[in-house]
């Protein structure tokens, strides 16, 4: 009886794992998408949608390796570096320049600090709380 209970939750962690696995490649492109979008709105799309994006991503890569239970400290874990990241834009030693340089660089640690962003950020640890806590659920 144990076992059978051990093997469903195992089986259905797997199944869990295995839609974030299928999510993570459409938020990567929704993410590339805001970075390269051209239309009306690409100055907020390219600079600030992003960011909703990035953190929604590294939630779910993370949520990967914790429980359905945990997944709000990796919210807040994410949220927290994006900032420090967000802040870090303030620093402009030449190795960071040369890394922002490049546009997966510049993805990645960004190339303005701006506070406005923030908001961005916290819009993505909700989103992407919400989104990993559900594919996590008992399916």
């Known amino acids: 009886m144990k076992q059978n209970m051990l093997k469903s939750?195992?089986?259905?962690?797997l199944k869990a794992n295995y839609m974030?696995?299928?999510?993570?490649?459409?938020?990567?492109?929704?993410?590339?998408?805001?970075k390269l979008y051209k239309g009306i709105g690409h100055e907020?799309?390219?600079?600030?949608?992003?960011?909703?994006?990035?953190?929604?991503f590294f939630i779910l890569v993370?949520?990967?390796?914790v429980s359905k239970k945990k997944i709000w400290?990796?919210?807040i874990l994410v949220l927290l570096i994006t900032s420090l990241l967000e802040c870090l834009q303030l620093w402009k030693p030449p190795?960071?320049?040369?890394?922002?340089?490049t546009f997966i660089g510049a993805s990645l640690l960004g190339t303005?600090?701006?506070?406005?962003?923030?908001?961005?950020?916290?819009?993505?640890?909700?989103?992407?709380?919400?989104?990993?806590?559900?594919?996590?659920?008992?399916?």
């Open 9 to 13: 939750r195992f089986s259905s962690s």
């Open 20 to 34: 974030i696995l299928i999510e993570l490649p459409i938020v990567t492109a929704l993410g590339f998408i805001s």
């Open 44 to 56: 907020w799309a390219n600079n600030s949608l992003g960011g909703v994006f990035y953190v929604i």
């Open 62 to 65: 993370f949520s990967l390796i």
């Open 73 to 75: 400290i990796i919210s």
């Open 95 to 101: 190795f960071l320049q040369l890394i922002r340089s």
């Open 112 to 139: 303005t600090f701006v506070p406005s962003d923030f908001i961005y950020y916290v819009i993505g640890a909700i989103s992407g709380y919400i989104l990993a806590y559900n594919l996590k659920r008992e399916i």
